[in-house]
């Protein structure tokens, strides 16, 4: 396990475990380490906790909100920002699967783009405004685990859409049920045991935002890829900001 957390952590993000090294994986080894992408949620989570919870103490709760999304962002090395904004290119700017994919995989930003980054990252920090206000720190650190527990989902047993491959194709070819159990007991421990019944409500509400996203990808684009992950990634966790916000820090306290 220590090996698949290793691994997990240094795909998610830019931290590293002590001692580990670069090496080349096989992808069987790749894909095993889904099952623990819910523990790095709950690494990042914290980390950005506990800088909210200090930043706090000098800032306003906007500007707060704001570095700590930017703390995310910056572990995570932007890389589910990036799908989404290639998602909102490739869905907004084609018709067909085949266009769709080709725009994706272009390595500019386009107007659709664009948009769906300040307004995902606007939902973001003024959700996690609301939350810092009401000093939620344990769904800050419940909602990255349960994102990245979505992703795993959105591989398990869905075809990769492109034709000549790519790092997500890894993962899906070898995702199996293992993976999956194990990534939603990790996600659903969790979110019962920092937020109680709440955390039930942030399981299905994870649900609710991954099953549509699961089956627009195969509609739009004919399956799964790493930038529809990324996209799974950031729309799950704005649902689940707004809707902790909801249940804890607006109408709950």
């Known amino acids: 396990m220590w090996k698949d957390v290793g691994m997990a952590l240094g795909f998610l993000s830019r931290l590293r475990l002590p001692g580990q090294g670069m090496r080349v994986a096989a992808p069987e080894e790749i894909a095993r380490s889904l099952a623990v992408f819910p523990v790095i949620g709950l690494i ?76 995902g990252i606007g939902l973001k920090v003024f959700a996690v405004s609301g939350l810092l206000a009401a000093h939620r720190w344990s769904a800050l650190i419940v909602v990255p685990a349960l994102s990245r527990c979505t992703m795993v989902f959105c591989t398990y047993k869905i075809p990769y859409a492109r034709s000549e491959g790519g790092l997500g194709k890894t993962f899906l070819d070898h995702v199996g049920r293992r993976e999956l159990v194990w990534a939603a007991a990790w996600a659903g421990t969790a979110a019962v045991a920092l937020e109680r019944v709440w955390g039930l409500v942030l399981v299905v509400m994870a649900l609710a935002a991954a099953v549509p996203c699961r089956r627009g990808a195969k509609r739009w684009i004919g399956g799964m890829t790493g930038d529809m992950l990324g996209a799974v990634n950031e729309v799950t966790e704005i649902a689940l900001y707004h809707t902790a916000l909801v249940f804890r820090g607006g109408v709950g306290g």
Do not use: C, N
């Open 44 to 119: 990042l989570g914290a980390l950005q906790a506990a800088a909210g919870w200090g930043l706090s103490f000098a800032f306003s709760g906007e500007l707060s909100a704001l570095w700590v999304v930017g703390l995310g962002t910056w572990l995570t090395r932007g890389l589910h920002l990036d799908g989404l904004a290639d998602v909102a290119d490739g869905v907004g700017g084609a018709y067909e699967p085949s266009r769709r994919l080709a725009i994706m995989k272009d390595s500019r930003v386009g107007a659709f783009g664009v948009l769906a980054l300040i307004f």
